[in-house]
T-cell receptor, first 114, second 112 residues
Framework: AQTVTQSQPEMSVQEAETVTLSCTYD???????LFWYKQPPSRQMILVIR??????QNATENRFSVNFQKAAKSFSLKISDSQLGDAAMYFC???????????FGKGITLSVRP | DGGITQSPKYLFRKEGQNVTLSCEQN?????MYWYRQDPGQGLRLIYY???????QKGDIAEGYSVSREKKESFPLTVTSAQKNPTAFYLC???????????FGPGTRLTVT
Protein backbone atom coordinates (compact mmCIF):
# COMPACT_ATOMS: atom_id res chain seq x y z
CA ALA A 1 0.00 0.00 0.00
CA GLN A 2 1.07 3.53 -0.69
CA THR A 3 0.90 6.41 1.74
CA VAL A 4 1.46 10.10 1.15
CA THR A 5 2.03 12.52 4.01
CA GLN A 6 1.78 16.28 3.96
CA SER A 7 2.49 17.33 7.52
CA GLN A 8 2.01 21.10 7.16
CA PRO A 9 -1.69 22.04 6.93
CA GLU A 10 -1.02 25.69 6.05
CA MET A 11 1.72 27.93 4.74
CA SER A 12 2.00 31.58 3.83
CA VAL A 13 4.38 33.38 1.48
CA GLN A 14 4.97 36.98 0.48
CA GLU A 15 4.26 37.82 -3.13
CA ALA A 16 7.40 37.45 -5.30
CA GLU A 17 9.11 35.27 -2.69
CA THR A 18 9.87 31.55 -2.85
CA VAL A 19 8.07 28.86 -0.88
CA THR A 20 8.63 25.12 -0.52
CA LEU A 21 5.83 22.67 0.22
CA SER A 22 6.85 19.36 1.77
CA CYS A 23 5.68 15.85 0.99
CA THR A 24 6.86 12.40 1.97
CA TYR A 25 5.61 9.11 0.60
CA ASP A 26 5.99 5.42 1.13
CA UNK A 27 5.70 2.69 -1.45
CA UNK A 28 7.01 -0.80 -2.01
CA UNK A 29 6.89 -0.37 -5.79
CA UNK A 30 10.07 0.21 -7.77
CA UNK A 31 8.29 2.02 -10.60
CA UNK A 32 6.02 4.88 -9.60
CA UNK A 33 5.05 8.45 -10.38
CA LEU A 34 4.69 11.48 -8.18
CA PHE A 35 2.48 14.50 -8.77
CA TRP A 36 1.60 17.86 -7.33
CA TYR A 37 -1.94 19.09 -7.95
CA LYS A 38 -3.34 22.55 -7.26
CA GLN A 39 -6.92 23.12 -6.15
CA PRO A 40 -7.92 26.82 -6.23
CA PRO A 41 -11.16 28.10 -4.66
CA SER A 42 -13.05 26.94 -7.78
CA ARG A 43 -12.15 23.40 -6.60
CA GLN A 44 -10.96 22.37 -10.07
CA MET A 45 -7.95 20.07 -9.64
CA ILE A 46 -5.07 21.20 -11.83
CA LEU A 47 -1.90 19.21 -12.47
CA VAL A 48 1.13 21.31 -11.54
CA ILE A 49 4.05 18.95 -12.08
CA ARG A 50 4.91 15.29 -12.52
CA UNK A 51 8.01 13.25 -11.64
CA UNK A 52 8.84 9.74 -12.80
CA UNK A 53 10.68 7.83 -10.07
CA UNK A 54 13.21 6.36 -12.50
CA UNK A 55 14.38 9.84 -13.54
CA UNK A 56 17.10 11.36 -11.40
CA GLN A 57 16.60 14.83 -12.79
CA ASN A 58 14.15 16.98 -10.89
CA ALA A 59 11.11 18.07 -12.89
CA THR A 60 10.51 21.77 -13.57
CA GLU A 61 7.57 23.67 -15.04
CA ASN A 62 8.18 27.40 -15.31
CA ARG A 63 8.11 28.75 -11.73
CA PHE A 64 7.44 25.32 -10.25
CA SER A 65 10.13 22.77 -9.52
CA VAL A 66 10.49 19.70 -7.33
CA ASN A 67 13.20 18.36 -5.08
CA PHE A 68 12.92 14.59 -5.46
CA GLN A 69 14.94 12.65 -2.91
CA LYS A 70 14.26 9.01 -3.75
CA ALA A 71 16.20 7.43 -0.89
CA ALA A 72 14.50 9.68 1.65
CA LYS A 73 11.10 9.26 -0.11
CA SER A 74 10.69 13.00 -0.18
CA PHE A 75 9.04 15.06 -2.92
CA SER A 76 8.83 18.78 -2.18
CA LEU A 77 7.44 21.50 -4.44
CA LYS A 78 9.19 24.84 -4.80
CA ILE A 79 7.26 27.83 -6.09
CA SER A 80 9.44 30.72 -7.19
CA ASP A 81 8.33 34.33 -7.62
CA SER A 82 5.01 33.57 -5.89
CA GLN A 83 1.95 35.22 -7.37
CA LEU A 84 -1.47 35.96 -5.88
CA GLY A 85 -2.93 33.35 -8.22
CA ASP A 86 -0.82 30.67 -6.58
CA ALA A 87 -3.03 30.82 -3.49
CA ALA A 88 -4.74 27.45 -3.36
CA MET A 89 -4.71 24.04 -1.76
CA TYR A 90 -1.87 21.85 -2.99
CA PHE A 91 -1.98 18.07 -2.98
CA CYS A 92 0.89 15.66 -3.32
CA UNK A 93 0.01 12.30 -4.90
CA UNK A 94 1.67 9.06 -5.92
CA UNK A 95 0.74 6.42 -8.47
CA UNK A 96 2.10 2.97 -9.11
CA UNK A 97 1.17 -0.56 -10.09
CA UNK A 98 -0.88 -1.87 -12.97
CA UNK A 99 -4.05 -0.13 -11.84
CA UNK A 100 -2.22 3.13 -11.21
CA UNK A 101 -4.52 4.43 -8.55
CA UNK A 102 -3.58 7.85 -7.22
CA UNK A 103 -2.97 8.12 -3.48
CA PHE A 104 -3.30 11.68 -2.20
CA GLY A 105 -1.96 13.49 0.83
CA LYS A 106 -4.33 15.61 2.89
CA GLY A 107 -3.19 18.80 1.21
CA ILE A 108 -1.70 22.09 2.28
CA THR A 109 -3.38 25.48 2.06
CA LEU A 110 -1.05 28.11 0.63
CA SER A 111 -1.84 31.78 1.09
CA VAL A 112 0.03 34.56 -0.72
CA ARG A 113 0.40 37.95 0.98
CA PRO A 114 0.39 41.00 -1.30
CA ASP B 1 -12.39 21.71 -26.66
CA GLY B 2 -11.45 18.42 -25.04
CA GLY B 3 -12.15 17.89 -21.41
CA ILE B 4 -14.15 16.29 -18.65
CA THR B 5 -17.62 17.48 -17.74
CA GLN B 6 -19.55 16.73 -14.58
CA SER B 7 -23.13 17.59 -13.99
CA PRO B 8 -24.78 19.04 -12.12
CA LYS B 9 -22.44 21.35 -10.21
CA TYR B 10 -24.68 21.30 -7.14
CA LEU B 11 -27.09 18.51 -6.24
CA PHE B 12 -29.52 18.28 -3.35
CA ARG B 13 -31.32 15.11 -2.31
CA LYS B 14 -33.39 13.80 0.53
CA GLU B 15 -32.03 11.02 2.68
CA GLY B 16 -33.05 7.60 1.41
CA GLN B 17 -32.98 8.53 -2.28
CA ASN B 18 -30.47 7.22 -4.78
CA VAL B 19 -28.76 9.85 -6.92
CA THR B 20 -26.61 9.57 -10.03
CA LEU B 21 -23.70 11.89 -10.81
CA SER B 22 -22.69 12.30 -14.42
CA CYS B 23 -19.12 12.23 -15.78
CA GLU B 24 -18.32 12.53 -19.50
CA GLN B 25 -14.95 12.89 -21.21
CA ASN B 26 -14.02 13.53 -24.85
CA UNK B 27 -10.28 13.03 -24.38
CA UNK B 28 -10.37 9.44 -25.66
CA UNK B 29 -8.95 8.28 -22.34
CA UNK B 30 -9.24 4.63 -21.42
CA UNK B 31 -9.17 4.97 -17.64
CA MET B 32 -11.71 6.85 -15.52
CA TYR B 33 -11.95 7.41 -11.77
CA TRP B 34 -14.30 8.69 -9.09
CA TYR B 35 -13.02 10.42 -5.95
CA ARG B 36 -14.68 11.81 -2.87
CA GLN B 37 -13.33 14.88 -1.08
CA ASP B 38 -14.29 15.85 2.46
CA PRO B 39 -13.11 18.95 4.37
CA GLY B 40 -9.58 18.50 5.71
CA GLN B 41 -9.14 15.29 3.75
CA GLY B 42 -7.34 14.42 0.60
CA LEU B 43 -9.15 12.72 -2.24
CA ARG B 44 -10.28 9.16 -1.64
CA LEU B 45 -10.87 6.73 -4.49
CA ILE B 46 -14.38 5.30 -4.82
CA TYR B 47 -14.29 3.32 -8.09
CA TYR B 48 -12.15 3.17 -11.19
CA UNK B 49 -12.39 1.68 -14.66
CA UNK B 50 -9.56 0.93 -17.05
CA UNK B 51 -11.66 -0.31 -19.97
CA UNK B 52 -15.28 -0.35 -21.08
CA UNK B 53 -17.52 -2.83 -19.24
CA UNK B 54 -14.98 -3.31 -16.47
CA UNK B 55 -14.49 -1.48 -13.18
CA GLN B 56 -12.95 -2.07 -9.77
CA LYS B 57 -13.67 -0.92 -6.24
CA GLY B 58 -11.48 1.71 -4.73
CA ASP B 59 -10.85 2.38 -1.07
CA ILE B 60 -14.34 3.54 -0.11
CA ALA B 61 -16.76 1.78 -2.51
CA GLU B 62 -19.44 0.85 0.02
CA GLY B 63 -22.73 2.56 -0.74
CA TYR B 64 -21.73 3.49 -4.31
CA SER B 65 -22.16 1.86 -7.70
CA VAL B 66 -20.86 2.64 -11.20
CA SER B 67 -21.22 1.53 -14.81
CA ARG B 68 -18.93 1.84 -17.84
CA GLU B 69 -21.02 1.09 -20.92
CA LYS B 70 -19.24 3.66 -23.09
CA LYS B 71 -15.65 4.83 -23.15
CA GLU B 72 -16.76 8.44 -22.72
CA SER B 73 -19.06 7.97 -19.75
CA PHE B 74 -18.62 6.78 -16.16
CA PRO B 75 -21.67 7.65 -14.03
CA LEU B 76 -21.61 7.24 -10.25
CA THR B 77 -24.72 6.32 -8.25
CA VAL B 78 -24.79 7.23 -4.59
CA THR B 79 -27.21 4.80 -2.99
CA SER B 80 -29.23 5.10 0.18
CA ALA B 81 -26.78 2.64 1.75
CA GLN B 82 -24.06 5.30 1.81
CA LYS B 83 -24.04 6.47 5.43
CA ASN B 84 -22.62 9.94 4.90
CA PRO B 85 -23.09 10.95 1.26
CA THR B 86 -22.72 14.72 1.61
CA ALA B 87 -19.36 15.54 -0.01
CA PHE B 88 -17.62 16.94 -3.07
CA TYR B 89 -17.25 14.36 -5.84
CA LEU B 90 -14.56 14.52 -8.51
CA CYS B 91 -14.28 12.49 -11.69
CA UNK B 92 -10.95 12.02 -13.47
CA UNK B 93 -9.53 10.27 -16.51
CA UNK B 94 -6.12 9.27 -17.80
CA UNK B 95 -4.77 8.16 -21.15
CA UNK B 96 -3.12 5.04 -19.80
CA UNK B 97 -2.62 3.72 -16.31
CA UNK B 98 0.17 5.49 -14.38
CA UNK B 99 -0.08 8.71 -16.35
CA UNK B 100 -1.39 11.87 -14.78
CA UNK B 101 -5.10 12.12 -14.25
CA UNK B 102 -7.18 15.02 -15.49
CA PHE B 103 -10.11 16.13 -13.40
CA GLY B 104 -13.60 17.44 -14.02
CA PRO B 105 -14.98 20.48 -12.17
CA GLY B 106 -16.71 18.35 -9.52
CA THR B 107 -20.22 17.96 -8.10
CA ARG B 108 -21.17 19.12 -4.65
CA LEU B 109 -23.77 16.69 -3.25
CA THR B 110 -25.83 17.64 -0.21
CA VAL B 111 -28.15 15.07 1.35
CA THR B 112 -30.55 16.18 4.07
Amino acid sequence: AQTVTQSQPEMSVQEAETVTLSCTYDTSESDYYLFWYKQPPSRQMILVIRQEAYKQQNATENRFSVNFQKAAKSFSLKISDSQLGDAAMYFCASSSGANSKLTFGKGITLSVRP
Amino acid sequence: DGGITQSPKYLFRKEGQNVTLSCEQNLNHDAMYWYRQDPGQGLRLIYYSQIVNDFQKGDIAEGYSVSREKKESFPLTVTSAQKNPTAFYLCASSIVPAYEQYFGPGTRLTVT
